[in-house]
């Protein structure tokens, strides 16, 4: 095949990435934003070794899952993958990327859950960061077209998050530039204001709002405070961001609180957790909730007595799912994050819960001093966990683990290494974490005889 050639093709899957496939020849042809059963004219626009890419020329007949997508920017923004069919599809296509990467790169013959989702597939984000730009007359909050930096204005607001996001921020920037601020270019490197994040508590709907600029402070300063929250009485933290630097990284440690208090309060499942502009903390509060249950009834069942959460976070897999009964041990690499965990095991009286700062590989000091975990929790990153980790997990003789992963190819990867090391695969549960995006996350667990 070659680019700008054309072919008639049928939609037969969907990969991990939310394209379509088709075949010519036997030869994959992806095809964004399609569906299971459409029959199409693509255009092929790019050729690589052993696979294509191309594009839908000719719609020519539809797939039955296809409906109508309720988003102008669908195609463009990139953040969604599936407004264009039922839930019900995406929620096959997601349990059916996990199956494929089970078998396919994990080599295990074991069968995967029917996929667990909430009801809310819309408005479920609490965290937005928006670049800010200008045309000729005003500045505005918008968007990077994938892969790229070229700013895009929202013709309506996104349908992931909450609706008074859009309105926040479009109003924050004419206060902006009310008072004379500018935005910033990032090819000249000049220009004030870059960014600005918006986070919600789910639990008390208040605001926590941030301005990323590119210099010492913000002119004007208590005027647009005053503006913003005579306008937005649910805002209770503003702060601005000094990041000066070139390069695309959004948030610096460099912030310091303007107005009202330095965090916004919020609970996951019980678990106190104060959110600072920085705070790592799940995007979809909804989801998150159905994801620590579901862990929390399988370490009920497992009546351990020692846990060890690694890649912890802000600790909130471990203090959600386990009871001062037992002893937790978190480890986690970004130090705020674990200072957050001290912080709401202390709120939640749980003497019995230690946090360490420090690469997950950590376990093997806690092995070697003696710690005999009997649950091990991990979730890792998109890379999965590191073979040091790995290693040490089979090395602890756990009896017990449960494996949380946003990457199922990954996944299926450590599966395989711990299957071939005496461990048996219990469960593979698909969970629906981020309705209309391509991501999907898997809890899986495991367990030895010793
Ligand atoms: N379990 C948490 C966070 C999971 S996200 C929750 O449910 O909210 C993965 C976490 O792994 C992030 O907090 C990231 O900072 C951390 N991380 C990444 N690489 C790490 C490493 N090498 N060692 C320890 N933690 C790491």
Known sequence: MK???????????????GNGVAFNDNIPIFVPYSSVGDEAVVRIERVEKRYCYGRIVDLLSPSPHRIDVDCPLFERCGGCAF????????LRAKRQFVIDAIQRIGKIDHPVDEILHTDVTEYYRNKAQFPVGNDEDHLFPGFYAPRSHRMLQFPSACKLQPVCFDELVKTACSILEKYGCTSYDEQEHKGLIRHILVRQSSLTQK????????GSSLPHQGEIVSDLISKFPAIASVSIDINTNKGNTILTPNYQTIWG??????????????ITPLSFFQINHFSTELLYSTIKSMVEDLKVKTVIDL???????????????????????IDDAIESAISSAKTMNRTDAHFICGDAGEIKALIDTGIYPD???TDPPRKGCSPEVLEQIIRSDSPNLIMVSCNAATLARDLQILAQNGYTIDSIQPIDMFPRTRHVEVISALSKIN
């Open 375 to 377: 649950l091990i929790i």
């Open 311 to 333: 890649y912890c976070g802000a600790g909130t897999i471990g203090l959600a799912t386990t009871s001062s009964e037992q002893t937790l041990y978190g480890i986690e690499l």
């Open 3 to 17: 680019k700008n050639e054309q072919y008639q093709v049928k939609i037969v899957n969907i990969s991990s990435d």
């Open 207 to 214: 605001i926590l709002i941030s301005f990323i600029i590119n």
């Open 261 to 274: 208090e330095p965090s916004i309060h919020d609970e996951i499942l019980g678990v106190p957790v104060e």
């Open 83 to 90: 407004r264009h069919v039922t839930y019900s599809e995406e």
